[in-house]
């Protein structure tokens, strides 16, 4: 257990970096203007397809792996 609580802390750093990465990689629909109330139904709607469905689902999954992360930091600190 103490060695992962010495590994976990840079492993959390790693899975946040790649997070952030693939959170800004990924292309929106919406423009502006949606956040404004203009109508911006048909934008967001498309089927993702190559490399942007592989991003969103590693952005799922670097999510989930983060909070797991979290979590047992949290359980191993007390």
Same mark, same amino acid.
């Given at each position: 257990?103490? *060695? $992962?609580?010495?590994? !976990?802390? *840079?492993?959390?750093?790693?899975? @946040?970096? &790649? $997070?952030?990465?693939?959170?800004?990689?990924?292309?929106?629909?919406? @423009? $502006?203007?949606?956040?404004?109330?203009?109508?911006?139904? @048909?934008?967001?709607?498309?089927? #993702? #397809?190559?490399?942007?469905?592989? &991003?969103?689902?590693?952005?799922?999954?670097?999510?989930? !792996?983060?909070?797991?992360?979290?979590?047992?930091?949290?359980?191993? @600190? *007390?």
């Amino acid at each position: 257990m103490a *060695y $992962l609580a010495h590994i !976990l802390p *840079y492993a959390q750093i790693v899975l @946040s970096a &790649l $997070l952030i990465v693939t959170v800004l990689l990924q292309r929106t629909g919406a @423009s $502006l203007g949606g956040a404004f109330g203009a109508d911006n139904f @048909s934008s967001g709607f498309h089927t #993702r #397809r190559g490399l942007e469905k592989t &991003l969103f689902n590693a952005t799922i999954v670097l999510g989930v !792996l983060f909070a797991l992360s979290a979590l047992a930091n949290i359980i191993i @600190s *007390y």
